[in-house]
């Protein structure tokens, strides 16, 4: 346990440092972008909306129960929304699709020791592999945020309308009372930093897998384990940091 | 000239390599037979910093190199090739881009037309033309192993390691790999090591041959002196040749 955590200080102290070193692999960069932002879309945009739709829902029936009255629930449930809900739903949905996908292609590669075929011409595997993975999942991770956030705030607008009888003008009235602009900043600065967790843990996994399907089913779970207990301790902790700045 | 002192390597309570001492003077074709499990490819890889010894020292042209740091490495495998015993092409990228890999790392000078006709000479020597546009996936693994071997002969190195290259292919493609190796390393000079379980391939094209056995050297010496060693395993293998060959 103590030697993983010691690679894994060391292998992240050289991934940041590599990321300041050129040559920049754009093209290859800009493919993950596409693979972790584009790809991942349809699949976080659909399950973000029913996480909203659930919220808004739940908020209102226990409200009516609580106070009998669900005036305030646009307002609590854009909240909860913006800080929580949108970017770490996304977050998590990122980890097993990306994360998952990220760990399984390295690990193959270690396996197939085309990452020790890499080193043998000269090619670092963090550059080569790690940091196009790296800089795309962090960008990909605050478009992704800010993005459901919007289909998370549009969905629970329209349920709210549906359902519980407040018109959209009423819905954004409510919500303007208790959001403010710091909440979609932080949202996507949490976004980022969840985004960077994903690579960075999968990539370390990848790296170590041993051989075998075995080794790279093992490293495959490992990191989504780990990544997704990172990214929950890590928005304790990011929430905690911003709760000074409202 | 290559030098081991001493090498041990252990991965955690299990050693590996248990003191291994040898050399390879330059231009010879040194093969390291031994049954699976006793340490040959773990021995190969110590010598490019693929895996670190765990004590003892790895001299390549009497600079040691087993204390160097991933950085400091590079210019070792510059002159360093080595065939793995998977093909270990990149599935992304055609037959072409494979072998023009390392040579646009380590020849950024050359242009477009140079690049390619090195990379067709290469193909060309491993009796691959045509196939350039391909992925690996669309050849078979006989081919990709060639693949292999064109890649790291692209980048004209002056030490060739090969582990296990004829695992897993047919006679025929075993043959002409084989002759393939001997004819590489006599017309571009290089000191090759080639891991192998092959005994008669070693009788026939090795200069000096040395047996593992459980992490330790058992036998070693040019094939003549090899076939008068009364090491059971070495009986095994030449037994083995034997049959081999009264089978062709």
Known sequence: ?246 | MIDFKNIRKSFGEREVLKGITFSVPEGQILFILGTSGTGKSVLLKTIVGLLKPSSGEVFINDREISCLSEREMFPVRRMCGMVFQQPALFDSLSIFENVAFGLRKHQPELDHAQLSARVKECLALVNLSGIEDKLPQAISYGMQKRVSLARTVAVSPRILLFDEPTTGLDPVTTNSINHLILELSRKLKTTSLVVSHDMQCALDIADHILVLDKGEIVAQGPPQTLKQSTHPLVQDFLREALNAETAH
């Not at chain 1, 590669?109 to 080193?119: G, K, N, P, S, Y």
């Not at chain 1, 960008?139 to 289909?151: P, W």
């Not at chain 1, 999968?202 to 399907?213: I, V």
Request: proline share 3%; glycine share 8%; aromatic share 12%.
């Open chain 1, 1 to 246: 346990m103590t030697a993983t955590l010691s690679d894994f200080f060391v292998y992240s102290t050289r991934t940041f440092k590599a990321l300041f070193q050129p040559p920049f692999r754009s093209k290859d960069t800009f493919q993950q972008l596409e693979f972790v932002t584009w790809q991942s879309l349809p699949v976080i945009v659909f399950c973000v909306s029913f996480a909203a739709m659930v919220t808004i829902m739940e908020s209102s029936f226990h409200m009516k129960l609580m106070v009998q009255n669900d005036s305030l629930v646009p307002g609590f449930a854009s909240l909860l929304i913006l800080r929580e809900l949108g970017v770490v739903v996304s977050s998590l949905l990122l980890t097993s699709r990306v994360g998952a996908g990220l760990a399984a292609e390295v690990g193959s590669m270690q396996v197939t020791e085309q990452v020790d075929a890499l080193r043998m011409l000269g090619i670092d595997p963090i550059r080569f592999l790690v940091i196009p993975r790296l800089i795309a999942c962090t960008v990909g991770g605050v478009i992704l945020s800010l993005i459901a956030n919007l289909v998370c705030l549009y969905c629970a607008m329209l349920i709210s309308e549906l359902k519980l009888g407040y018109s959209s003008g009423s819905f954004l009235t409510g919500m303007r009372a208790f959001v403010s602009y710091k909440d979609l900043v932080f949202a996507m600065i949490k976004g980022g930093c969840f985004g960077t967790v994903i690579p960075i843990v999968s990539c370390f996994f990848g790296l170590r897998c041993e051989s075998g399907a075995e080794g790279v089913g093992k490293a495959t779970t490992n990191s989504v384990v780990v990544a997704s207990v990172a990214i929950i301790v890590m928005d304790f902790v990011l929430t905690y940091i911003f709760s000074h700045f409202y």
